[in-house]
T-cell receptor, first 111, second 111 residues
Framework: SQQGEEDPQALSIQEGENATMNCSYKTSINNLQWYRQNSGRGLVHLILIRSNEREKHSGRLRVTLDTSKKSSSLLITASRAADTASYFCATGSPSYDKVIFGPGTSLSVIP | DTAVSQTPKYLVTQMGNDKSIKCEQNLGHDTMYWYKQDSKKFLKIMFSYNNKELIINETVPNRFSPKSPDKAHLNLHINSLELGDSAVYFC??????????FGEGSRLTVL
């Protein structure tokens, strides 16, 4: 079952600009997670934000969570060419038994 | 030291054959997963295991049979392979309610 949607599906920006990706979901969650996937590689966890948290930072990453709107956003500041990848949001179920991924956003950072 | 390792990385086989993918994690996690990623990068959860017990089976055909001999291993056996099974299969592990750690994926091509 597909839990959420992400937008945009694809994003192309210049190096140094900020990139914002949005994620919406449908059911109750325990947490929301963001992952990055470089081409041909496995997914790498970026940030986990719990349902009782509203904002979280990690280096150049900022994640917000609005449980009333069932939405989250990932902001990457001062983007670099190395940030080029696909970014996925994923929701952790309240029963802790599964993590459901959105369709992802493909980010291209042009040097 | 690889945290989640899966083998083989590539599988090319004929329709109707049977194949297995192995996964091992050395993180001490209780929960392991199999995900299928299609050509559009859509990630779908297939199975979730907790302490060797099947927790989630997301309407996966009976031709797919996971086996967890211990909580550090979760193998996937696929019988009577079909063209639509071509995908990248990812193994992952986590602590309860925590972020997922992914293997590098096993790309299955069915001819």
């Amino acid at each position: 079952s597909q839990q959420g949607e992400e937008d945009p599906q694809a994003l192309s920006i210049q190096e140094g600009e900020n990139a914002t990706m949005n994620c919406s979901y449908k059911t109750s969650i325990n947490n929301l997670q963001w992952y990055r996937q470089n081409s041909g590689r496995g997914l790498v966890h970026l940030i986990l934000i719990r349902s009782n948290e509203r904002e979280k930072h990690s280096g150049r990453l900022r994640v917000t969570l609005d449980t009333s709107k069932k939405s989250s956003s990932l902001l990457i500041t001062a983007s670099r060419a190395a940030d080029t990848a696909s970014y996925f949001c994923a929701t952790g179920s309240p029963s802790y038994d599964k993590v459901i991924f959105g369709p992802g956003t493909s980010l291209s950072v042009i040097p | 030291d690889t945290a989640v390792s899966q083998t083989p990385k590539y599988l090319v086989t004929q329709m109707g054959n049977d194949k297995s993918i192995k996964c091992e994690q050395n993180l001490g996690h209780d929960t392991m997963y199999w995900y299928k990623q299609d050509s559009k990068k859509f990630l779908k959860i297939m199975f979730s295991y907790n302490n060797k017990e099947l927790i989630i089976n997301e309407t996966v055909p009976n031709r797919f049979s996971p086996k967890s001999p211990d909580k550090a291993h979760l193998n996937l056996h696929i019988n009577s392979l079909e063209l639509g099974d071509s995908a990248v299969y990812f193994c992952a592990s986590s602590r309860k309610g925590g972020e997922l750690f992914f293997g590098e994926g096993s790309r299955l091509t069915v001819l």
